[in-house]
């Protein structure tokens, strides 16, 4: 029970086979009080309510301001504290360069790096009074490698502005006991990628991961568990990278 009397709050987690939903099912398994955030309010619940009794889901839009500090006050008015957060909202894109248009930037920016900073200065008053604290970034190897997988050069871009946020976070709040860290997952198979990995692709795919295999949700949960548990407790700033080798520096 890693996570017991732990309450962790979930961005993005509501979709069945995506990796926020095997983290909140991880975390309720180790005991922690989990509130699932997503833009729908009923899937969210739904999401909840399958991680068992006693956990919370709410609609937020992370890159609303409003919508962000409206969630955090509806969660301490439910449990009193919030010991951890994992940034996991993100949505992607498959264009060029060229193809990026202003609308597609800002929206891709926006969920992925903009909703990662505006949770986190909602959730880091509260830990700062508890001196205490977890945050985990989602990046991605795309942020490492400079995509060339399906996210598009303004997805890379986000990513990897995840990390440098990250790293300049840890270090500014270091001094609180709040750890913050990165988790850049290679391929994973999720509702994102289970539509375009044709067999031909996949298989030039997995020639390039050393493990021989996709990865899956609960690979990510998994780790997410070890940077939000206390395992972790010496480590903050680090990006821990969760792909089966397809990167290796």
Do not use: W
């Amino acid at each position: 029970m890693l996570l017991e009397n732990k309450v962790a709050i979930i961005t993005g987690a509501a979709s069945q086979r995506g990796i926020g939903r095997a983290t909140a099912a991880c975390f309720a398994q180790h005991g922690a009080r989990v509130v699932i955030l997503d833009l729908d309010l009923q899937a969210a619940q739904a999401s909840a309510l399958s991680c068992g009794d006693g956990h919370l889901g709410l609609a937020t839009d992370v890159t609303d301001p409003l919508s962000v500090h409206r969630a955090i006050d509806q969660v301490l008015e439910h449990y009193g504290r919030i010991d951890v957060l994992v940034n996991n909202a993100g949505i992607t894109q498959p264009v060029k360069t060229l193809e990026i248009g202003i609308e597609d930037y800002n929206r891709i920016l926006d969920v992925n790096l903009r909703g990662t900073l505006l949770m986190s200065q909602a959730v880091i008053p509260t830990m700062q009074q508890q001196k205490s604290g977890s945050i985990v970034c989602l990046s991605s190897v795309s942020a490492q490698r400079g995509g060339g997988i399906f996210g598009g050069p303004h997805y890379s871009a986000a990513k990897a502005g995840v990390l440098g946020l990250t790293k300049a976070m840890a270090r500014e709040f270091g001094p609180d006991q709040i750890r913050i860290n990165a988790l850049t997952p290679g391929l994973i198979q999720t509702d994102i990628t289970g539509g375009l990995l044709q067999d031909e692709r996949r298989h030039t795919i997995l020639d390039g991961i050393p493990l021989g295999r996709l990865g899956t949700a609960s690979d990510v949960a998994n780790a997410a568990l070890f940077l939000a548990s206390d395992l972790s407790g010496y480590l903050t700033g680090i990006t821990l990278d969760v792909n089966g080798g397809m990167l290796i520096h």
